[in-house]
């Protein structure tokens, strides 16, 4: 895989041009003083769509979940 390191000077001057290197597979980082910040990636199609309620039934919330925590708690004696 190719791998491409630019400024953000660069970034900005050439950003057409580097999306289009992302698109095709390759790596492009963009850095600021040497150092990497970001990495531009192409989003993926999600190939179904989402269904609500999927996933009912798997999780739980706590009857107090929104409780005020004790004293102790917060003085770390808990």
Do not use: C, Y
């Not at 009912?56 to 102790?72: R, T, V």
């Amino acid at each position: 895989m190719q791998m491409t390191k630019v400024s953000i000077q660069e970034a900005t001057e050439h950003l057409s041009e580097l999306v289009q290197q992302a698109l095709e597979g390759a790596e492009v980082v963009i850095t600021n003083d040497g150092t990497s910040l970001v990495r531009l990636v192409p989003i993926v199609p999600v190939d179904r769509p989402r269904v609500l309620g999927l996933n009912a039934g798997e999780i739980w919330i706590s009857d107090d979940f929104d409780a005020e925590l004790p004293d102790d708690f917060w003085l770390g004696e808990a």
